[in-house]
């Protein structure tokens, strides 16, 4: 793995990524997604280590955790590994997990997702639903890419 600074984006593995922070505050500010309501930010989806899955012992794991600011009303997550296929999209594998346990401000984990090892290109997806002050929101979002080679399994 090949890391360094360039500008704000960190390098890893031969591809350029901008900080996944400033991917999920635009799409929220956009969407009014997860952890938004009456303009106040709330929580952050992030997922370590270095905010993308990674390989343990011949299986992918991905881990997922949320912190917020202010702790909503409702709170429901939705997350699970995703696998680029032939035709360059992302498509769900394997284990999915879901919780409605309800982020405080200090760092809540869940339970990580995993797979067994497999050569391809690899990402977390989460979708969060809820309220806060009485007000919906939806959002969706996922990690940065690991890419796998048959000799990382």
């Not at 993308?52 to 009303?73: F, H, L």
């Not at 995703?82 to 809540?108: E, Q, Y």
Request: charged share 25%; aromatic share 8%.
């Amino acid at each position: 793995m090949k890391e360094g600074k360039e500008k704000g984006q960190t390098i890893m593995s031969g591809f350029v990524r901008r900080p996944l922070m400033a991917a999920v505050l635009i799409s929220l500010l956009g969407a009014g997604g997860c952890g938004y309501g009456g303009g106040q930010k709330a929580c952050d989806i992030r997922f370590p280590p270095q905010e993308a899955p990674a390989v343990v012992d011949g299986r992918i794991v991905g881990r997922i955790y949320a912190i917020c600011d202010q702790r909503p009303q409702a709170h429901h997550l939705e997350y699970w590994l995703a696998k680029r296929n032939t035709n360059g999209a992302f498509a769900v594998t394997g284990d999915r997990r879901s919780s409605d346990r309800i982020p405080a401000k200090r760092r809540t984990d869940y339970d990580a997702v995993t797979v067994r090892c497999e050569r391809g290109v690899w990402r977390v997806e989460a979708r969060a639903t809820g309220s806060l002050e009485g007000m919906p929101f939806d959002f969706s979002t996922f990690s940065g890419n690991l890419a796998v080679a048959a000799s990382d399994c």
